[in-house]
C-alpha cells in the first residue's frame, strides 16, 4: 500500500507544473546535466529533485524514483549530508560548479553569516533532504530565487513540491 501511494505521489509530481518557473533551455539542460555528474553522485534519471518553497526558506529533497533502490539512497543521503555541512559553512561551490557563480540567490546566501540560516539534513525512506529556514526576508527571497534557478536548470529530473510533502 505505501509503495502504491508513494508511485502516485511520485507520478503526480511528475506532471506538475514547477509554478511558472521556465525551463531553460535543451543546450543548457544538457550542460547541466554534464557539469553535475562531477558533482553529484547519484543517477539523476533514477532520482528526483523536489524543490518546496516555504514562508522561512524552503525544502529541498532528493528521492528515488523507485522504491527500494538502496544504491541511489545511499548515494543521495551521502550528497545532501555532505552538501548540507558545506552550505552551513557558507560554502555553496558546489551548486556554483553546476549552476555558474551568476546562479540566482547565489551570492545572496554566500553573505549569510553562520547561524542566519538553519540548514537541517534528514533522511527520509527514499532519499533525503536539507530545510533551510531564515526569519530573514533577504535570504528567503534568495533561497526562493535559488529555488526557481534550480527547477529551471534541472527540470527534467526536478519538481516544484509544497511544504507538506516533506515528511514523506
Known sequence: MKQLAFSIL???L???PAHAVEKASAQRLDEVVQRGIHVMPFDLE???HVFSKTAKGGIQQVV???PGNAEQIK???RHLSNISGEFQQGDFSNPA????DTMPGLAELRKAKPGQIAIVYKELPTGAQIDYSTDLPVFIDAIHQW???QLSDHARHAVSGHAHHHGQ
Open 64 to 66: 528515488v524514483k523507485v
Open 75 to 77: 548515494l543521495i543521503r
Open 14 to 16: 511528475a506532471i506538475c
Open 147 to 149: 529555488f526557481d534557478a
Open 10 to 12: 511520485t507520478a503526480l
Open 46 to 48: 533514477q532520482t528526483t
Open 97 to 100: 560548479k553546476i549552476h555558474g
